[in-house]
């Protein structure tokens, strides 16, 4: 991977004010390809999709056709109607709460890691609809446990719903196991890919997820928006979530007739820059081969984990390196997380994340009160990982 060349391409890291920018996990830099094409429905065809017949509103259609199609083979989903846009993970999450039918004595599992999005509408549902949201526990060593998942397995359990990669500490769990054995109880398996769609190949199909989410501003694309997946049968059962124009193929004052999948979820004027955006970015992605992604992620990671290991009164949380992917949280004896990341913004211009990166469950569960993390992506180098292994030994003798 040509790391480099791929720095070119970003328009935020020319110049010698550039940052080092260690928070993709958070969201991505966005390259030109994605802002030019983007830029392009401003400037050359600002029109509706799927309503105008002339010129722009056709071209519209397409190139929102297009776009289903590159995230349909970035998934390899099995029909590109299984393809929803959405604004993020958690309003697909949400859709499911909503949609699904769920009853009194239905069970909700997640691990003991899970993004707000993936923990409060469980909650909800809980609270609103008496339904049961429990917790798999953690191995000793961070690590997804197998037993534990076993063991609370039954034939009550609707959904099991967890994080494929923990925005947390990087660690990514055994989906197609997890899936194997959720469909034996006859439930239905979610998972929360905003971390594991950047940086690793997805297979909703090998992996037999029934729903899968992803966010792509953390996939170098635009904010605001989201990709839902879904077996289409299980989309033909959803109910609507919000229904209006597009929803429908014909109405009277007695009734209405609802679209088919994708078009039944897709309600109200669509953000037309931001699914050709998506577009874009996940075909940026597919050129660059999410494989290479991963190694250089991991490589990083390593190279990271090497040098903070040998700073005095610092804390790595997670897994060992092997299972943390391209996240590296950690926290310096004495020193606040946001102190840590403070000081490295203004001194060095190292941009990390500090606080509970909207984990609270967890790390209030472990009485802790938040890290650092740095995390890392296809533009950022070894040079870049070496100051600030630099810079935090730095912090550590003048403030520890």
Same mark, same amino acid.
């Given at each position: 991977?040509?790391? /480099?060349?791929?720095?070119?391409?970003?328009?935020?890291?020319?110049?010698?004010?550039?940052?080092?920018?260690?928070?993709?996990a958070?969201?991505?830099?966005?390259?030109?390809?994605?802002?030019?094409?983007?830029?392009?429905?401003?400037?050359?065809?600002?029109?509706?999709?799927?309503?105008?017949?002339?010129?722009?509103?056709?071209r519209?259609?397409?190139?929102?056709?297009?776009?289903?199609?590159?995230?349909?083979?970035?998934?390899?989903?099995?029909?590109?109607?299984?393809?929803?846009?959405?604004?993020?993970?958690?309003?697909?999450?949400?859709?499911?709460?909503s949609?699904?039918?769920?009853?009194?004595?239905?069970?909700?599992?997640?691990?003991?890691?899970?993004?707000?999005?993936?923990?409060v509408?469980?909650?909800?549902?809980?609270?609103?609809?008496?339904?049961?949201?429990?917790?798999?526990?953690?191995?000793?060593?961070?690590?997804?446990? %197998?037993?534990?998942l076993?063991?609370?397995?039954?034939?009550?359990?609707?959904?099991?719903s967890?994080?494929?990669?923990? =925005?947390?500490?990087?660690?990514?769990?055994?989906?197609?196991?997890?899936?194997?054995v959720?469909?034996?109880?006859?439930?239905?398996?979610?998972?929360?890919?905003?971390?594991?769609?950047?940086?690793?190949?997805?297979?909703?199909?090998?992996?037999?997820?029934?729903?899968?989410?992803?966010?792509?501003?953390?996939?170098?694309?635009?904010?605001?928006?989201?990709?839902?997946?879904?077996?289409?049968?299980?989309?033909?059962?959803?109910?609507?979530?919000?229904?209006?124009?597009?929803?429908?193929?014909?109405?009277?004052?007695e009734?209405?007739?609802?679209?088919?999948?994708?078009?039944?979820?897709?309600?109200?004027?669509?953000?037309?820059?931001?699914?050709?955006?998506?577009?874009?970015?996940?075909?940026?992605?597919?050129?660059?081969?999410?494989?290479?992604?991963?190694?250089?992620?991991?490589?990083?990671?390593?190279?990271?984990?090497?040098?903070?290991?040998?700073?005095?009164?610092?804390?790595?949380?997670?897994?060992?390196?092997?299972?943390?992917?391209?996240?590296?949280?950690?926290? %310096?004896?004495?020193?606040?997380p946001?102190?840590?990341?403070?000081?490295?913004d203004?001194?060095?211009?190292?941009?990390?994340r500090?606080?509970?990166?909207?984990?609270h469950?967890?790390? =209030?569960?472990?009485?802790?009160?938040?890290?650092?993390?740095?995390?890392?992506?296809?533009?950022?180098?070894?040079?870049?990982?070496?100051?600030?292994?630099?810079?935090?030994?730095?912090?550590?003798?003048?403030? /520890?």
């Open positions: 991977m040509d790391v /480099s060349a791929i720095r070119k391409d970003f328009p935020v890291l020319q110049g010698d004010d550039a940052p080092i920018f260690f928070d993709s958070c969201t991505t830099l966005r390259p030109a390809q994605v802002l030019e094409a983007m830029s392009d429905y401003y400037e050359k065809y600002p029109s509706c999709g799927g309503r105008s017949i002339h010129k722009f509103g056709t519209v259609t397409l190139e929102v056709d297009e776009a289903r199609k590159s995230i349909h083979r970035f998934l390899n989903s099995e029909r590109r109607e299984e393809i929803i846009f959405v604004k993020n993970t958690t309003e697909a999450v949400n859709m499911v709460a949609c699904l039918g769920f009853e009194r004595g239905d069970v909700v599992l997640t691990t003991d890691k899970e993004h707000n999005s993936n923990l509408p469980w909650h909800e549902l809980s609270r609103k609809k008496g339904v049961t949201y429990s917790v798999v526990r953690s191995n000793e060593d961070n690590t997804f446990s %197998m037993e534990n076993k063991e609370m397995m039954s034939k009550k359990v609707r959904l099991v967890m994080v494929h990669t923990s =925005n947390l500490d990087g660690h990514t769990i055994p989906a197609k196991e997890i899936a194997e959720v469909h034996d109880y006859g439930g239905l398996f979610m998972m929360d890919g905003a971390q594991s769609a950047p940086h690793l190949p997805v297979d909703v199909q090998d992996l037999d997820v029934d729903f899968f989410a992803c966010s792509i501003h953390k996939m170098c694309g635009p904010s605001g928006m989201g990709v839902f997946y879904g077996k289409y049968d299980l989309l033909e059962e959803l109910d609507t979530f919000i229904v209006g124009g597009d929803t429908v193929s014909d109405s009277t004052y009734g209405c007739e609802i679209l088919k999948p994708p078009h039944k979820f897709e309600g109200g004027l669509q953000n037309f820059s931001g699914i050709i955006g998506a577009g874009a970015a996940v075909d940026y992605l597919s050129n660059i081969g999410l494989v290479e992604i991963e190694e250089h992620s991991r490589a990083l990671n390593r190279r990271g984990t090497k040098l903070l290991e040998n700073v005095a009164g610092l804390e790595i949380l997670g897994p060992d390196v092997e299972n943390r992917g391209a996240i590296l949280p950690f926290n %310096m004896e004495g020193l606040d946001h102190d840590v990341a403070m000081i490295l203004e001194v060095a211009n190292i941009m990390i500090s606080g509970m990166h909207c984990v469950s967890w790390f =209030n569960a472990h009485g802790v009160k938040g890290c650092s993390r740095a995390s890392f992506y296809i533009y950022n180098t070894e040079e870049e990982v070496d100051i600030l292994g630099e810079q935090i030994a730095k912090i550590s003798e003048q403030f /520890s």
